[in-house]
């Protein structure tokens, strides 16, 4: 699965979502333009989220991928497992649209799947509390 990194110097993304032709745009639909799919920095090129998210949406996504950054750093200082945190950041990176099948080539309900999917997934791990309460113990409100 591809998580929307591009590989090699010149940054061809490979694969069936890569650009095609000299000019960059084969395959792109109308009104998506290159620089609205890829951020660049220090040559390396990511994914950005997909633009047509709807802005509470896109609110809730990156609230969850802030929280489940924020638990692998403090999984991984506090010596526990982080994977329950991953998933939580691969969910919400999938649910944006940076990783997976690129939003370009998904239409409108396609587009509406992946971040309802990826919410109630995300909604779940909240529900069931499987994930470690390792950010607790650093709040000076949480238990501990």
Do not use: F
Request: a neutral charge; charged letters at 40%.
């Amino acid at each position: 699965m591809s998580d929307g990194r591009a590989e090699g110097p010149e940054g061809a993304a490979g694969g069936a979502g890569g650009d095609g032709g000299a000019d960059g745009r084969r395959g792109l639909p109308e009104g998506i333009s290159e620089d609205r799919r890829w951020l660049v920095v220090d040559g390396r090129r990511w994914r950005r989220q997909d633009p047509d998210l709807p802005a509470d949406v896109a609110e809730r996504l990156l609230s969850h991928l802030g929280r489940g950054r924020s638990g692998v750093r403090t999984a991984r200082r506090a010596g526990q497992d982080p994977a329950p945190w991953r998933r939580r950041v691969d969910l919400a990176k999938h649910g944006l649209g940076e990783r997976g099948r690129p939003w370009w080539e998904q239409d409108e309900q396609e587009r509406h799947e992946r971040w309802g999917s990826a919410l109630r997934q995300l909604d779940a791990l909240d529900q069931q509390r499987d994930v470690p309460d390792v950010l607790d113990r650093e709040r000076p409100d949480g238990p501990g």
